[in-house]
């Protein structure tokens, strides 16, 4: 149980465009997502928590005009990169948490790399 | 501001060494303590979790954490590694009642056979 999918695995984008990436819960509802950036060799930086039906909170320094975000279901999250460009280019994974029993765990999917040409 | 550093970022060590990695937090209150694993290719994986009780958690794969509240510590343990415990580990810390994560760096562990 617990299985949290995105699409696509990996995108490659002209710089200019947009890239949306889907985030589901295959197995539970997710009242809250959220989106992290991975640069390489390091950590996960938080850039929004996502609830659905209401809107995206960003972390400061996310801007929230370019990294589109929507959470019009229990188990889907949309993260849009709008306009991108090559520093945008990096391992972009969501995660979820279970709506059920208060749960503070969160449930990660596997993740998609985007590169911007 | 709140934070959570891993001490070493590669851990080199042979199949049945002992292992410990190093986290502590900076954070007054309660708080709820993960550690995550990434192996290569793959997503991340909860490891184990602590949220209250015994302090000694015990998680997946003979991987086990103690939470020592005085020295804001969460140190993950395994007194036998293999190989196959070649990834990379990440530490999280949440305040009581937020759902947010606090990432450590990470560290990265590779397992010589």
């Known amino acids: 149980g617990a299985v949290v999918s995105q699409h696509p695995s990996w995108v490659i984008c002209k710089s200019g465009t947009s890239v949306k990436i889907e985030c589901r819960s295959l197995d539970f509802q997710a009242t809250t997502m959220f989106w992290y950036r991975q640069f390489p060799k390091q950590s996960l930086m938080l850039m929004a928590t996502s609830n659905e039906g209401s809107k995206a909170t960003y972390e400061q320094g996310v801007e929230k005009d370019k990294f589109l975000i929507n959470h019009a279901s229990l188990t889907l999250s949309t993260l849009t990169v709008t306009s991108a460009h090559p520093e945008d280019s990096s391992f972009y994974i969501c995660s979820a948490r279970d709506a059920a029993g208060g749960s503070y765990e969160q449930y990660f999917g596997p993740g998609t790399r985007l590169t911007v040409t | 501001a709140q934070s959570v550093s891993q001490h070493n970022h590669h851990v080199i060590l042979s199949e049945a060494a002992s292992l410990e990695l190093g986290c502590n937090y900076s954070?007054?209150?309660?708080?709820?303590l993960f550690w995550y694993v990434q192996y290569p290719g793959q997503h991340l994986q909860l490891l184990l979790k602590?949220?209250?009780?015994d302090p000694l958690v015990k998680g997946i794969k003979g991987f086990e954490a103690e939470f020592i509240k005085s020295k804001f510590s969460f140190n993950l343990r395994k007194p036998s590694v293999q190989w196959s415990d070649t990834a990379e580990y990440f530490c999280?810390?949440?305040?009581?009642?937020?759902?947010?994560?606090?990432w450590g760096a990470g560290t990265k562990l590779i397992i010589k056979p």
């Open positions: 602590y949220f209250s009780g």
């Open positions: 954070y007054g209150g309660t708080v709820n």
């Open positions: 999280a810390v949440s305040p009581h009642r937020n759902y947010q994560l606090i």
